[in-house]
């Protein structure tokens, strides 16, 4: 049985540093990492999806944390094909990644900030999250391909929002697409409501690692503000629902990290709590026992995408308010 590790998609979020979860006297940079790290062993740093992370961040919080802990590094916005800031550009450098010299730059960057966490031993993975309108086909394995080069000796999984990648048709495919790179494929709950919902499948692409990350199932998923879309608190029955997956998925994995992407207030950490719970067994089988639920329980099986858009080697539309 590999390595369960449970936390949360951000321990900076606006929302949780100001719900009280933080005690006073640690709620400056180094006490909230602090406090954070002394009850999960990991935590994802979304920033670096938003800005490139730097080095000197990345040394900190190696140094604010104890042995074991990682941290699951979101890739920036430009190296996914999401549309960016151009204030987020180092250097003034153009917001352009069918610019060959930008890209470059930016991945030199990128690596540059990571760096001091995998030397440390503290770098769990890298997260691409792929945008929506990324689609199963040839120009998307193209892309794949080229980051498996770029990241080259990294951990890194995957996460795809365009739900083809997952329908039967393709499954097979997509695993063996992501194992030819040794890339894990990232698993999701979700809203299943939404003509573009990802389907909860839990497929092992790499024998070193597998990531669950819980998003809420909010229906405003697709239409809300950011707050609306991750505006939800998991119930007993629904995370316990997920108990049997989770430990088939430790059984084929070095590690699979869990994560809880309801950042809104102290939501993702009551349910990171919660579910390291039911996992330990300390609340074995109590949300089956209070509601008569089946554990085993499949989530529903989502409607047919949009088809709507076709992914390049350097995909850079984006729905609006896409989270």
């Known amino acids: 049985m590999g390595e369960i590790l449970v936390g949360t998609c951000s321990w900076t979020d606006r929302a949780l540093v100001g719900s009280g979860w933080y005690p006073a ?49 979101k890739a920036f916005s430009l190296l996914t094909g999401h549309p960016t800031r151009g204030s987020t550009m180092p250097d003034g450098l153009p917001a352009d990644a069918g610019d060959p010299k930008v890209l ?18 503290r770098l769990g993975g890298v997260l691409f ?8 086909g040839k120009r998307s394995g193209e892309f794949l391909r080229e980051c498996a080069e770029r990241t080259r000796g990294w951990p890194v999984s995957v996460e795809f929002r365009h739900p083809g990648w997952w329908r039967p048709e393709w499954a097979e495919a997509t695993r063996a697409l992501l194992t030819r790179y040794d890339m894990a494929a990232v698993a999701v709950d979700m809203t299943q409501t939404l003509s573009f919902s990802v389907p909860p499948v839990t497929p092992v692409a790499s024998p070193r690692l597998s990531v669950v990350r819980f998003h809420g199932r909010s229906a405003a998923w697709g239409s809300g503000s950011k707050e609306d879309r991750f505006r939800y608190e998991y ?29 809104c207030g102290a939501a993702a950490v009551r349910a990171a709590e919660h579910m390291r719970h039911l996992l330990d067994g300390t609340e074995r089988d109590h949300a089956r026992v209070r509601d008569g639920a089946n554990a ?18 350097h995909p850079s539309r984006k729905a609006a308010g896409e989270p």
Not at 104 to 121: K, Q
Not at 301 to 312: D, F, N, R
């Open 235 to 263: 119930g007993d029955d629904e995370l316990a629902e997920w108990l049997p997956r989770l430990r088939v998925l430790a059984g084929q994995v070095e590690q699979l990290h869990v994560l809880f992407n309801n950042c």
């Open 296 to 313: 085993a329980t499949n989530a529903p099986a989502p409607a047919a995408p949009a088809e709507t858009h076709s992914a390049g080697a």
């Open 25 to 73: 006297g640690r709620r400056d940079a180094e006490g909230r990492l602090r406090h954070y790290a002394e009850r999960f062993p990991v935590v994802e740093v979304d920033s670096a999806y938003y800005a490139l992370p730097s080095a000197r961040d990345s040394r900190l919080w190696a140094e604010r944390t104890p042995d074991g802990f990682v941290f699951d590094v």
């Open 129 to 136: 999250r792929m945008p929506p309108w990324f689609r199963p």
């Open 104 to 121: 470059d730059e930016v991945w030199a960057r990128f690596a540059e900030g990571i760096e001091p966490l995998r030397a440390a031993g």
